[in-house]
């Protein structure tokens, strides 16, 4: 029997979309020059390693009967010296009874507000695909400037909310590297 070929599926569509959209837009920030650095387009990846949560059922931490480690990654579509976007996407592993999974992925745009001396505040909104929501204010501070390559620490405050669970509040400590 033979198939009929079909259509790709939309969000395929709209991914592409977006992917060429940053790359023109990475493209034509490159081909600016030195005097004209703005929209620029970087990237990162990091580790970012909970710590514990707080609800109202009391602290829970991330070192007794569960385990979880996120790895973030994104780009940062930077506007001007002071202000840009974020796009961040986060896989949560989880590992309980010798068992780990991704546990949940975290889609997680932002406002970035930059300020002297590699400090910066990322306001988030937050989706998570086990069905919890909410925002996440972050403090990041660059601790090692290179030429293309910086490291950086950073403090997010995760709140969230749904998934018939109680509201939370947690933190961690994050590692990364843009570029």
Known sequence: MHKIPTKPPIKHSIFLLVFTTLLNLSTKAQQTGQNQAYPKITGYFSL???IGSW???GFHD???DVYTLIFPFGINILKRDKFGVSFEIAPSF???HNISKVSSVLFHPGAMFRFKHGFTFIGR?????NGRYGFTPVLNQVVKK???VSLYLALPFPVRFGNNLPASLSTGLQVGVSF
């Not at 909104?125 to 695909?129: K, L, P, R, V």
């Open 125 to 129: 909104a937050a989706f998570e695909t």
């Open 55 to 57: 609800d109202k059922n």
């Open 94 to 96: 989880r590992t309980e």
């Open 48 to 50: 970012l390693h909970p």
């Open 62 to 64: 991330n070192f007794s």
């Open 146 to 148: 290179g030429k293309d």
